[in-house]
């Protein structure tokens, strides 16, 4: 694992800025703490000479000044970073993986994973790593310059003895990567067995084996705690041993100093500037070191981001000719289907093959036995699938599946997903209104703000399917796909949601695939769909 890998600031640009200021930051400290030695060797050697001690005090004051203001806006600037590129990182991965085709998108799990605890772990990655990075690639290089001209056998010193301290720390962090490997494999498994015990548990109780997984997980999370004991035990034993390795250099700087002081080799100056800068040659690394801990997670996240983001499967699918891309045109309410034909991956046979279809404003409806393909045309022409064959040309388009998501949160959320949250009062029960929904989300004690549970839960599954009807006329979507958008719905509430589909397909390209004749009656066009293979 690097502990910087430039690709980051090409993958994410808002992390250029603050790393930079923050690199001005940690050069200025630096110098800052460079000066700091000279002008605490001139007040101690202005008190022993009985010297004026007002300008060396006064330089010392000032310094203090300055790197307490340098500290403080390292801070801040590293906290607004590490929020700003775990954020963007988050963000932006979100949006990558929307824009790519299904069949090119990470697994589910993985892809979660990355988007939470990872995006959150790059925060002390860059907050505290990043600014110790900074810190031990500038202030002990210049300690030893500004040493060598001062003091060259104490620059020797330290030029000799600086590198055991990264060698260590590299040793060191080699176990501290397996021991932390063990320790996440040992948490998945807890996870996983976890998991297993709840989704199992009606069946355990029913059968009375319920008790017996109460010592199996006890097991596991004792083996998680062990892990996790030992990864802590390995942090705080590693950052002791750079702790005293860096001392005995330190020391080992002192007494050649404090030697040739007493045998009168040196002047008291001198020696004491040669001893107050030895230690800031070291304690830069030993940072980086002991935040190596807490930063690994987010250093691996990192990496992992920018290699989604810089993903070149997906970057030549989208590269693909464009014959088989969609094209955004935002204004026309018009989708045209060329030649299409797709197979699903895995499949050795076509589902679809040789579609035309054009549709503009008006009702379209689609119709066919059941499996033969419906569904995935419309997520095709949603560009939730690359087709294999043939062009699709379709603005944006709002998609109602036949399992439509639901979040489990307001009302008033779900309407407004992926349109405008600050939609007001008036347009959202103008939509539940339109569809017979106004009566039964009034009489809910809060209304609009009234929770939902997962998927939908506290709603019939007609009142669901009439609450995602809502949500596509809130749309600004020009094109309208709704699959099997009737389908829960008793004849009154079907007669209703398709006077709504009729109202919309008005202004819109409206594409629904039904069962229904009523629906088919209302349709301006009508494609069936034959099997593959059979003649249409
Ligand atoms: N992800 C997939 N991978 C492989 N095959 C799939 C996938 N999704 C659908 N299929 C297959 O593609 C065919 C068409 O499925 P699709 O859901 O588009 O049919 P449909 O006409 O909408 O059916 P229904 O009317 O029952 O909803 C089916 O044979 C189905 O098994």
Redesign the pocket.
Known sequence: MRPFDPQVLRALPEARRPLAVLAAVGVAQGVATVATAFALSSVVVAVVRGTPLGEPAAYLVGLFVVRGVLALTGERVAASAGAAVSAGARTRLLRHWAEAPAGRRPDPAQALVLADQGATSIEPYVARFLPALVSAAVVPGLAVVVLAFVDWPSALVVVLTLPLLPLFAALIGATTRDATQRRWQALAGLSGHFLDVVRGLPTLAAYGRAERQTAVIGEVSQRHRRATMATLRLAFLSSAALELLATICVAIVAVIVGLRLSHGGMELGTALVAILLAPEAYWPVRRVGAEFHSAADGATALLEVTRHLADPDLASARAVPASTLLETVPTAARVEVHGLGHT????THP?LHGLELTAGVGLTVVT??????????L?LVAGLRTPTHGTITSPAAHLVT?RPFLTPDSIRTNLTLGGDPATGNEALWAALRQVGLDGPVAALPDGLDSPLGDDGRGLSAGQRARLVLARATLSEATVLLL??PTAHLDPTSAALAHEVIAALAERRCVIA?T?RPELVALADRHVH?QPVGVPA
């Open positions: 699903h991956p895995g499949a589902v066919g036995p059941s499996g033969v393909g419906k569904s995935t045309l997520a036949q699959d099997e695939v069962h769909l």
